[in-house]
């Protein structure tokens, strides 16, 4: 019976014990399962479930024509997992040996991952696939190729990754900026960082058309750490490309020319820009010194700078075109008056500034043509200080052109208002000194002479093509008429003369007409308070064809070395050459012969030197500009007469015909049936041509002709008829 009891005890002991047990056992479930469950189920999901973000991909950059000149392609990024990596030192070593990066701060940041129980350290992100071939082949500890086969069968056949993944090593899929042509366009087109955010150039400005939305992709880990992803938890927009005015060949053309003249003339820098005058349309922004947008790190910092729109230069006699269109808009300019040169030398306040040549009396419009700053001063002191400060800002200088590029400057502190001016500061403005001025300024300025009197906006981004495919062009950029149409043809044949008879007869483009102007700038010394005498900037502005102008080019040279320096020297032919070259792409046909009427009278019919038919100045070059009329009056017109019937044409093998009185369909057809090639100015039917009638002509030959439409001699010309024959 005691025994009984014994058991009875146990029994009942146990039995309280084990109600006891469970009811903490259940009131810890309870515990657990209800009054603590949605806390421990978010911790479950945070260490069962993770958000991985991943890079979205970058917009494509385009030309005008659909040429990629920035695109994002896939990348590899090394990463690895402290957590099973047994042996960082040796590890990360070899690492360092390939990918080039500081193995005592990858240590350090490795234990700092591995104590904070991290599983994911980046060692170099966007490698090259070089570098992942030479990686792969290492020997890594824990890294095991598969049995029975040789490493590189097994590198060929793709297994390394994977035994790199089962040894904790990891390349991570990511994207990279990748830029074709890699010095083209470099300021234009500008950098991003590593994470595909734009730094600088059109990456920077047009970042938001760019970079699209990021993706979080939810994933789920088993018990041994590995991730599947299980579905998006957020659709990203798709990223938009961006289409840019810049065409690639004539960029190309841009900077090889400019790279030829500076290292010709071993400059300390310099930019060409070539420009739409009608639309603003940036077609090509050179700049030296450069870099390659794939090597960003291998050039100096100061190598990234877009002078084009960054740096401020005095601008010397292209800056005598602003104070030329002033005069003739407020009619203060006479081409024909003569003007006392000073043979060289005029004193302003006393302070004696001189010419490049020691001129006496010239024509206003020969002070044009030939740079005359004595000559300049003169007529320029016609204009009031205030009224003249007041073009200069009219055409834009102290403010910015509000170019679609970030670092533009306005140098506002350089263009001073008329009460700050002292004694010789409008003598000194007129010739382009005691101003500061950007390239992309100076350009923006010129496309209104160029644009019949309205200056356009300068800009490199022309539209955009959104995620679903469409293109929309950027809303257009402002306009503003800074002349009359009529100034701005005035001022356009002036400055043609600069290229046929003056200073910039090096900037001449054979068969076009080109109308600029050349600047030849002392660099002022800041610490010695004077202009040097061995330091220049040397610069051309111009467009052509100069009465209805396809481009625009400007070209800068700063401090060219050796024995030339003058603008006229080194800048106008880079024009030249540019220009030249621009235009054949651009398919703009020649309008003009390249020499002088009286050259090219001595070859026409005699008939066309009859007093009834033509009136044309020996003096000048065959060209009539949009409204028929001649440069030395501007107001006087050229007569032809116009034949109403067809004439009948013999043209024999190897012979000119007479063309006179032809449609230019009817003397293409006539001349293309005998292999000539035609070059023609004008509109109408042809009143001028080379070489003359009966002429001996070999295939292949350059036939020049000249139209006009048969415009009625206004009595007034009629009278000074006599004077022009």
Known sequence: MTQDRKHRTRLITFLVLLSAWSGVIITRLVFLQIIRHDHYEKEATARQEAIWSLEPRRGTIFDRNGRILTISVEADSLVINPQVITNPEDTLAKFSKVLHFNLHEALRSFYEKKQKNKKYFFVKRKITPKEKHEIMRLDIEGVVPCSGRMKEECLSRGHMEKHFQEAGIFFEKEFKRYYPKGFLASHVIGTSDIDEKGLDGVESQYDSFLKGDQIFLQVTRDAVGNSFPVLNSGERRRESHLVLSIDEVLQYIAEKELGRAFAETNAYKGCAIVMDPSTGEILAIANRPTFNLNNVTGYPRENRKNISITDLYEPGSTFKGIGLSALVEEGKFDPAEIIFCGNGVIRVAGIPISDHHPYGDLSVMKIIEHSSNVGMIKIASRLSKETFYRYIKDFGFGDKTGIDLPG???????????????????????????????????????SAIANDGVMVQPHVGKGYIDPSGEYHLFKRFREKRVLSARGARIVTGVLEGVILNGTGKKAAVPGYSVAGKTGTAQVFDFNLRLFRNDRFVASFIGFAPSHNPAVICLVMLDLPSGRYYYGGDVAAPVFSRIMGETLSYLQIPPNQETFPAHRFQKEMPEDLHDEKTSLVPTNLLLVKNRSGSMLAGFDRFVRFSKLDEPLPIDMENGVMPDLSGRSLRDAVSFLSTRGSRVKASGIGYVVAQYPSAGSHLKRGDICFLELAENVPLPEEGKKKEGKYN
């Open 408 to 446: 533009e400057v306005s140098g506002s502190s350089l263009v001073r208002s008329p009460s700050t001016w002292s004694k010789i500061s409008q003598a000194s403005i007129s010739i382009g000194q005691e101003i500061g001025v950007t390239p992309i300024q100076m350009l923006a300025s010129f």
